[in-house]
């Protein structure tokens, strides 16, 4: 069983919807959550980081964690085309353990 | 503030081939990553470097591949001889420190590497 499980998609909305993204991952010791924005050729970018459960708004993008159910979530309201992207979660334990990436979901935001 | 710079950005070997990939961080980051992105998966960490001490290693496959940060900035990663499964983009991303900003890794464009 991998550690982090992300639904690879492709996910295709038009412009305005609501995404959600989710994530389940299996190693209670993950604290810190993130996730990155990697678009077609270039590397990822950090988009949103939580830490321990909780919610947390960014703009349009919110990023919910439910440490008791072992799974995360970002939701981006308003969805524009230049949202077109892969998103990856993305998780560790300590502040300096490694990283453990999921799979990663394409999304594209139709005009 | 200039971001991670890695070269090449594409290269074709034959198998059983060598190939070296040159990553320069962010200036002043203490912390190197390589990471190996196979199409379609996300990126799993080779190497991790804190100034130029090995941190994590564990996920480097050491018959194949190496990798060196000498005076703790630029970084090479080494694969030989390469295989077909090596076909991958190599990521490069520095952090700042250990501490509690090591969530924010820059990343770098990769290189885009195919073994035929």
């Known amino acids: 069983q991998k550690e982090v499980e992300q639904d690879p998609g492709p996910l295709s909305v038009p412009e305005g919807a609501i995404v959600s993204l989710n994530c389940t991952y299996s190693?209670?010791?993950?604290?810190?959550f993130m996730w990155y924005r990697q678009y077609s050729r270039k590397g990822p970018e950090l988009l949103m980081y939580?830490?321990?459960?909780g919610n947390k708004e960014d703009g349009r993008f919110t990023a919910q964690v439910d440490k008791s159910s072992k799974y995360i979530s970002l939701f981006i309201r308003d969805s524009q085309p230049s949202d077109s992207a892969t998103y990856l979660c993305a998780m560790k334990g300590t502040s300096g353990s490694r990283l453990t990436f999921g799979e990663g979901t394409q999304l594209t935001v139709n005009p | 503030e200039a971001g991670v710079a890695q070269s090449p950005r594409y290269k074709i070997i034959e198998k059983r081939q060598s190939v070296a990939f040159w990553c320069n961080p962010i200036?002043?980051?203490?912390?190197l990553y390589w990471y190996q992105q196979i199409l379609g998966q996300g990126p799993k960490l080779l190497i991790q470097f804190q100034n130029n001490g090995v941190v994590d290693d564990s996920q480097l496959p050491k018959d194949r591949f190496s990798a060196e940060r000498l005076k703790g900035v630029d970084s090479t990663l080494k694969i030989q001889p390469a295989k077909l499964e090596d076909s991958a983009v190599y990521l490069c991303?520095?952090?700042?420190?250990?501490?509690?900003?090591?969530?924010?890794?820059?990343f770098g464009p990769g290189t885009r590497l195919t073994v035929t």
């Open positions: 939580t830490y321990s459960s």
């Open positions: 991303a520095s952090s700042p420190t250990t501490g509690s900003l090591t969530y924010e890794q820059y």
């Open positions: 190693n209670s010791a993950f604290q810190y």
């Open positions: 200036s002043g980051h203490a912390t």
